[in-house]
């Protein structure tokens, strides 16, 4: 079993910047992936960032705002977030894939709203 928990989500102006943070427990190792999804009111569960061991990939609509990284000897990934639009607010969901199985936060909601 895997358990994550994220944090770090609130409300923020246009143009700011917010860091989301995802601890993960259990039998996860530094190789598997983790990733950053989020999902707006009415629509899908979109993936935003996923990182692995010497890569990571990113959605082309964040692409040059946000930076996901991995710190393996506190087995948490971030999210940084910059130069926030409007159309960023979601609850965004940390993943983890272990054993072949998805693992999700509880989420974690990001208002970007002047």
């Known amino acids: 079993q895997v358990q994550l928990v994220e944090s770090g989500g609130g409300l923020v102006q246009p143009g700011g910047s917010l860091r989301l943070s995802c601890a993960a427990s259990?039998?996860?190792?530094?190789?598997?992936?983790m990733g950053w999804y989020r999902q707006a009111p009415g629509k899908q569960r979109d993936l935003v960032a996923r990182?692995?061991?010497?890569?990571?990939n990113y959605a082309d609509f964040v692409k040059g705002r946000f930076t996901i990284s991995r710190d393996n000897a506190k087995n948490t990934v971030y999210l940084q977030m910059n130069s926030l639009k409007p159309e960023d607010t979601a609850v965004y969901y940390c993943?983890?894939?272990?054993?072949?199985?998805?693992?999700w936060g509880q989420g974690t909601q990001v208002t970007v709203s002047s």
């Open positions: 993943n983890a894939f272990v054993g072949g199985e998805d693992y």
């Open positions: 259990g039998r996860i190792f530094n190789f598997n992936p």
């Open positions: 990182i692995r061991t010497g890569s990571t």
